[in-house]
T-cell receptor
Framework: NAGVTQTPKFRVLKTGQSMTLLCAQD?????MYWYRQDPGMGLRLIHY???????AKGEVPDGYNVSRLKKQNFLLGLESAAPSQTSVYFC??????????????FGPGTRLTVL | KQEVTQIPAALSVPEGENLVLNCSFT??????LQWFRQDPGKGLTSLLL?????REQTSGRLNASLDKSSGRSTLYIAASQPGDSATYLC???????????FGGGTRVLVKP
């Protein structure tokens, strides 16, 4: 099993450009998450999904959109990138409620720089 | 709003010494608490998860305790090794959506 994978690993954008980050998991998890990690701010939740076709806002959702068309995939979109979105982005997944554990498993991260 | 704090931010110990890492949280209505390890430039590796109904969890040299009434969790690493050098993060999960609130982490250096 590959676990949680993220594409791409690195990306440099210019201000105003758009891009989509892809997260895939092969553990049949119901829940998926997008976090960003910034120096001095720690890890913060951007958006999450509790099942296929559902999405919800996290702590810092502005400037991002997400989609969960398939259970195994969770996409994070930046419509018009800004320098403040320079960060390391992590995807995670877990089982839903009613299952023991609910441990979140993280992908390797995407390092994004917006110039 | 849940707030998670880890003190100290950095810790240096000689090899062989036991490590004690602290995590405190403000809202005791947690679903579970998870400890992670992060190496520089890498992702997060899950170490231990403690359900809200549990008091502790063990895996090898690692032992984590949970006291919801005082809002504290402690990660113990026995007989530290240089390979234990990393940043350790704790995160408290909210019941709805299993969403994690992270602490700022403790950066650990184990000197040979």
């Amino acid at each position: 099993n590959a676990g949680v994978t993220q594409t791409p690993k690195f990306r440099v954008l210019k201000t105003g450009q758009s891009m989509t980050l892809l997260c895939a998991q092969d553990m049949n998890h119901e829940y998926m998450y997008w976090y960003r990690q910034d120096p001095g701010m720690g890890l913060r939740l951007i958006h999450y999904s509790v099942g296929e076709g559902t999405t919800a806002k996290g702590e810092v959702p502005d400037g991002y959109n997400v989609s969960r068309l398939k259970k195994q995939n969770f996409l994070l979109g930046l419509e018009s990138a800004a320098p403040s979105q320079t960060s390391v982005y992590f995807c995670a997944s877990s089982y839903g409620r009613g299952r023991t554990g609910n441990e979140q498993f993280f992908g390797p991260g995407t390092r994004l720089t917006v110039l | 709003k849940q707030e998670v704090t880890q003190i100290p931010a950095a810790l240096s110990v000689p090899e062989g010494e036991n490590l004690v890492l602290n995590c405190s949280f403000t809202d005791s209505a947690i679903y579970n608490l998870q400890w992670f390890r992060q190496d520089p430039g890498k992702g997060l590796t899950s170490l231990l998860l403690i359900q809200s109904s549990q008091r502790e969890q063990t895996s090898g040299r690692l032992n984590a305790s949970l006291d919801k009434s005082s809002g504290r969790s402690t990660l113990y690493i026995a007989a530290s090794q240089p390979g234990d050098s990393a940043t350790y993060l704790c995160a408290a999960a909210r019941p709805a959506g299993n969403k994690l609130t992270f602490g700022g982490g403790t950066r650990v250096l184990v000197k040979p």
